[in-house]
Every structure is written in C-alpha cells, then in structure tokens.
C-alpha cells in the first residue's frame, strides 16, 4: 500500500480544523507556527490596522496633558499675579497712602500765615498726629491679616521718614527746633535703612523694644513742638525732646552693633557651607 501524506490523511477535517490543531498543538506545549504568507485583507489584519500604537497613544495621551497641564500653570500663575495685584488695594496700604497725602499738607498747614499761627499749628498738629496714629495700626494690620505687599514694604518705612523729616525741617526752619536735633535724628533714621540694606543679604535686624520707644518718644516730642505751648509745657517739651534724642542714639549705635554681628554670622555660615561642599 502506498504512503498517504499526512494532510491527506487528515482529510476534510485537519484541513478544516486548522484552529483545533492550533489550539492541541498549544495544549501539547508546541506554539503553532504563523503562516509565512498572511492573506491580505482580513478581518485580523484590519482590526489591527485600525487600532492606533501604545506608544501612539501614549505619547498623545501624554502630550495633552502636558498641553493642559502648562496652561493650566500659566493660568495659574495669572491668577496669582491678579491677586497680589489686587491685594496693593488693601486698608494696611490704604494707611500708609493716607501718610504720604498728608505730608504736603502737613507742610502747608505748618507754614501757614508764617507758621507762627496757633490756629494753624493746631490743625498742623492734627495732620501730624493722624499720620503717627496710621503709622501704629498699618503695620500691626497687614502682618495679623496677612496683608503683607511689597508695595507696602517699601512705601511705609518712606512715609514714616517723610513725615518726621517734614516736622523736624519745618521746626528747625522756623527757629523752634536747633537744626543740630534735626541732624542728629534724621542722619541716624536714614543711616540705619541704609544699613538695613545692606546687610539684608546676611539676615534681617528686628526691630527693638528700644526702636519702638525711640519712635514713640520722637512723635509726642515733635507734637509738642508742632503746638504753640508756653509755660511748663514748654519746658517739659525740651526734656521730652532731651530722652528722644538720647534713644535716637543709643538705639542707632544697637543696630550698627547687630548689623556687625549679623554680618560675621553670614560671612562664617557661607565659609562653612563653601567647605562642606568643596569636602
């Protein structure tokens, strides 16, 4: 009997159940070849053709949310930019405003009728003490409510300057006030903001107990001033502007004392950082 060849032998049935074999062969542990000459145009093929890569989709899906993500950020960040913007409109600002305002107006009243005018050194009086007033709420309502703007930052320590120098100038022009005082207690404000800067880069002084008493003593002084008093009240004026200068000073050379301080404290934790990272 001659040899029948095996796919004969199969017959109808292996050439139908091509599947079936495939399935034994993967149950006999044998993965089924693929064939070598795939039929275009099948149902397979064009399923597959039409589903798009991972990659592909990947690197879709992951470019959209790039996209959505950075304008997402930048809307962000233009939000926050309308925030802080807004936030310069604050009643902290609006004080410290208020300060700068009166500071011509300070002026004028103090030079009124020649500045010897009672009536006008009264309202003059007034300009100077709502400025001093707004100078102890600003501060204390921008830092318990978060107010804090660099407007602020900048704008309050120069209306403070503003409104003392104007008082003390005014005083030592009319005669009232000897010009050495005057010299004395702006050369130490000015000096010491600038000594604030720079060694800001080093740390921050913190204002002193001494400093807020210096201030204190420095406004009832020049109020006292401002006004037309005579009798004891004069007098007492002269001792009250005595214990202002005397805290102008000593509070200046405090500050210069913790300015050096803080300075050799950043020079030695630079050098340090410097070798631990060079070591």
Same mark, same amino acid.
């Given at each position: /009997? $001659? ?26 542990? &044998? ?10 145009? =099948?149902?397979?093929? &064009? ?46 600002? %609006?004080? $410290? ?12 009243? /103090? !030079? ?21 007033? =707004? *100078? ?11 107010? &804090?703007? *660099?407007? +602020? ?39 010491? =903001?600038?000594?604030?800067?720079? @060694? ?10 001494? +400093? ?17 008093? $005579? +009798?004891? !009240? ?8 005595? &214990?202002?200068?005397?805290? =102008? ?11 050096? @301080? %803080? ?11 410097? #070798? #631990? $990272? #060079?070591?």
């Amino acid at each position: /009997m $001659t040899g029948v060849p095996a796919s004969a032998a199969g017959g109808p049935s292996a050439a139908k159940g091509g599947p079936a074999g495939g399935v034994s062969g993967a149950a006999s542990g &044998v993965a089924p070849s693929a064939p070598s000459d795939p039929v275009p145009g =099948t149902a397979a093929e &064009v399923r597959a053709s039409a589903v798009p890569p991972a990659g592909v989709v990947a690197g879709a899906a992951s470019g959209d949310g790039n996209d959505s993500g950075s304008k997402t950020a930048r809307g962000g960040k233009i939000a926050a930019a309308a925030v802080n913007q807004a936030s310069v409109w604050n009643v902290a600002n %609006l004080l $410290t405003m208020l300060r700068l305002v009166l500071v011509p107006g300070f002026v004028a009243l /103090m !030079l009124a009728d020649g500045g010897y005018d009672p009536a006008w050194r009264s309202f003059a009086w007034a300009a100077f003490a709502v400025a001093m007033i =707004t *100078d102890l709420f600003d501060g204390h309502l921008a830092r318990a409510y978060n107010l &804090v703007t *660099d407007f +602020g930052k900048i704008a309050d320590p120069i209306a403070d300057k503003a409104i003392m120098g104007a008082a003390l100038i005014c005083l030592s022009g009319l005669g009232d006030l000897p010009w050495w005082v005057t010299i004395v207690i702006l050369g130490r404000e000015l000096g010491i =903001t600038l000594l604030r800067f720079l @060694v800001i880069r080093y740390g921050v002084i913190p204002a002193s107990r001494g +400093g807020k008493l210096k201030t204190l003593s420095q406004g009832i002084a020049v109020g006292m001033y401002i006004l037309a008093l $005579t +009798g004891w !009240l004069a007098t007492a004026r002269f001792w009250v502007m005595a &214990v202002a200068v005397v805290l =102008t000073v000593v509070t200046g050379l405090d500050y210069v004392r913790q300015a050096i @301080v %803080l300075r050799r404290q950043g020079i030695a934790e630079r050098k340090a950082a410097l #070798e #631990e $990272t #060079e070591a």
